[in-house]
């Protein structure tokens, strides 16, 4: 019997573990840890050796538990169930049991255990009364905290406010003043006259920046005002660059209009009649020689004096900044193509302007130069002046269109802005050079819709003509008939004007209104007054024509994320209608056609204008 019991295995992994468990604490699963864990699991017993035996011990020991009054059987399977559940645990634990208590063995135990001393740890904490930021007054931190946290939350609002009012209200494109603006052309002795003389002076125009103002002028640009022995009769043979004529004033009351206008945001220019005073200068001999007479073989000689004379011409620029002018237009230069210190002189003048005043050049000019010269000359000139000849109908303007869109000055981001002028001081009124009536009003919204600076000769916009002289009484002045004495609304002449033909000239004044209304559409939309658009260092014109076919002309204007806008133009002599509802759809009428048209809604399933009417739409 010993023998058939006796286990041997010294492989087997030994581990602490009580004798016996209890049914009332054991664990009915032994995969889990008894809970609560049992006085073994806190104090295990120490590592004993694997050998032991159950046999003959082990049956004794069973018989010898004294039990409580229960029968033998009953003890008999207590023992067995403890056997069985010690057995299992060895198998689980891979523990070896070496011995079993019995009841009274584990109640000597747990009273021995309660005897034993132990050691209790014990952790006081610091009454929060003691903590230094107890005493403090934490409602009013409260109420500071919240003060503060709101003012901060107001100051943020009101800045965010502040920025965004400020924010410019249009993000239109940069431009300098004389891009895109109106310029109004003045020959100052056909003006007005502040001192009620024959002639019209620098006090009379100062008088009338209120008119240039609601025309929407931005820049007044004066015809000759220099000194001459037949001032006004032949104002180009200028003996002085710097001397003014005497009948328009003194360099005071220049000084004076200067200022009046620049109130009023106008900025004035002046023309330098370059031409006809270098012409002058060669032919007048040096004061050293004034008894010689000069030949072809003074021609050189001639020539090193004029790169002198280029330097007055400096002088004089220098003089008029001054006093206050912000820009010349340079008239003659075509005639002084070959001048090879011309370029380096105009880079010169140009250098003393400055960015913020404007020079201006003919186009004839630039079309008879030449590279490399050319390039030289488009990077230091600001305005090209181009007249558009209305004469030969829409055909014609569309090829002119087109041909300055595909031209030079197209053709880089850097070149100069376009000046659009429809007349000037040397040629025949717009109203006597059209082939129909009075179509100056559609003429001129036709000017104010092409893209760059629009340029209007004084009179045109109120439809002035030429001096009337039927019977030839003033064929000795033909050259000034076009130089008509403005007529001023409500206001009777009391003195003859310099130049006149009819008893009567008549003005059209309630064109004017249509003029401010398109100035102030112009002004507020990129998509007319933009020279281009500038992208990838090239030009694109921001125009297209969308139809020119039997004197009527529609062209659109748009700028990207902008609205678009189109004029149609009846440039012929009897009334157009057409169906332009394959090219445009709707739009609103902002101007035009005359100035008792009422505005609305347009649909271009039939369009109808009467000669020399125009019409602006903006598109839907």
């Not at 020079?359 to 010269?373: G, H, R």
């Not at 033909?478 to 006149?500: F, G």
Request: with cysteine; hydrophobic share 35%; proline share 6%.
């Amino acid at each position: 019997m010993d023998g058939f019991l006796r286990v041997d295995n010294a492989n087997l992994p030994s581990s602490p573990t009580n004798s016996f468990l209890a049914d009332e604490v054991a664990s009915i699963c032994p995969l889990i840890t008894p809970s609560p864990p049992t006085n073994d699991l806190i104090h295990p017993l120490p590592e004993l050796e694997s050998n032991f035996s159950i046999g003959l011990e082990l049956a004794n020991k069973l018989h010898k538990v004294k039990g409580d009054g229960a029968s033998d059987e009953d003890k008999v399977e207590s023992a067995s169930s403890s056997s069985s559940a010690l057995a299992e645990s060895q198998l689980l634990n891979h523990r070896n049991i070496y011995h079993v208590h019995d009841d009274k063995d584990e109640e000597k135990e747990e009273r021995e255990d309660l005897g034993k001393s132990q050691t209790l740890q014990l952790t006081f904490r610091n009454p929060p009364d003691n903590y230094f930021f107890m005493s403090w007054n934490w409602p009013l931190i409260r109420k500071i905290s919240t003060w503060i946290f709101l003012s901060g939350l107001v100051a943020m609002v009101a800045l965010v406010i502040a920025m965004i009012s400020t924010l410019p209200k249009t993000c239109n494109p940069p431009t300098f003043w004389y891009q895109g603006n109106l310029l109004y052309e003045i020959f100052p002795a056909s003006f007005y006259g502040g001192k009620k003389n024959m002639e019209g002076d620098f006090k009379g125009i100062a008088l009338k920046a209120d008119y240039l103002t609601y025309l929407g002028v931005r820049g007044v640009r004066l015809n000759s005002i220099f000194n001459n022995p037949n001032y006004p009769d032949d104002f180009d043979n200028v003996t002085s660059l710097i001397d003014i004529a005497p009948v328009l004033g003194n360099l005071s009351e220049f000084n004076i209009m200067v200022k009046l206008l620049k109130a009023k945001n106008i900025s004035v220019i002046l023309d330098l009649p370059l031409y006809p005073y270098i012409k002058r200068l060669i032919h007048k001999p040096p004061k050293s020689r004034k008894n010689e007479t000069f030949s072809g073989s003074t021609i050189e000689f001639l020539r090193k004096e004029r790169s002198e004379d280029l330097d007055v011409i400096e002088d004089a620029i220098l003089h008029w900044i001054t006093n206050g002018v912000e820009g010349f237009y340079l008239k003659g230069l075509e005639k002084l193509q070959d001048d090879p210190n011309l370029v380096e002189s105009i880079q010169r003048w140009k250098q003393i302007l400055g960015e913020d005043r404007v020079l201006i050049v003919n186009n004839n000019f630039i079309s008879s130069m030449k590279a490399p010269q050319l390039n030289f000359i488009l990077n230091n000139v600001d305005l090209v002046d181009i007249k558009l000849d209305l004469s030969d109908g829409a055909n014609s303007v569309n090829k002119q269109i087109r041909s300055i869109q595909n031209g030079t000055l197209f053709s880089k981001a850097s070149m100069p802005w376009i000046q659009w002028s429809l007349a000037d001081v040397y040629s025949s009124r717009i109203s006597n050079s059209l082939p129909y009536g009075n179509g100056t009003l559609g003429a001129t919204l036709l000017q104010l819709m092409l893209p760059g600076t629009p340029s209007i000769f004084y009179g045109d916009e109120i439809g002035l003509q030429d001096i009337s002289d039927p019977n030839g009484e003033r064929q000795d002045i033909k050259h000034l008939h076009q130089l008509t004495m403005m007529p001023w609304q409500n206001e009777k002449l009391t003195v003859i004007p310099w130049i006149h033909g009819d008893d009567q000239v008549i003005g059209r004044y309630d064109q004017t209104k249509l003029i401010n209304k398109t100035m102030n559409v112009r002004m507020k939309s990129p998509s007319i007054y933009m020279n281009s658009i500038k992208k990838e260092d090239a030009n694109k014109a921001n125009i297209e024509i969308k139809y020119s076919k039997d004197n009527l002309l529609v062209l659109q204007r748009w700028y990207p994320r902008r609205k678009a806008y189109v004029l149609v133009s009846n440039l012929g002599d009897k009334k157009l209608s057409t169906d332009l509802s394959t090219l445009l759809y709707s739009g609103e009428i902002v101007v035009g056609p005359r100035t008792d048209s009422k505005l609305g809604s347009i649909v271009f399933t039939n369009v109808s204008l009467w000669p020399g009417e125009s019409v602006i739409a903006e598109l839907y």
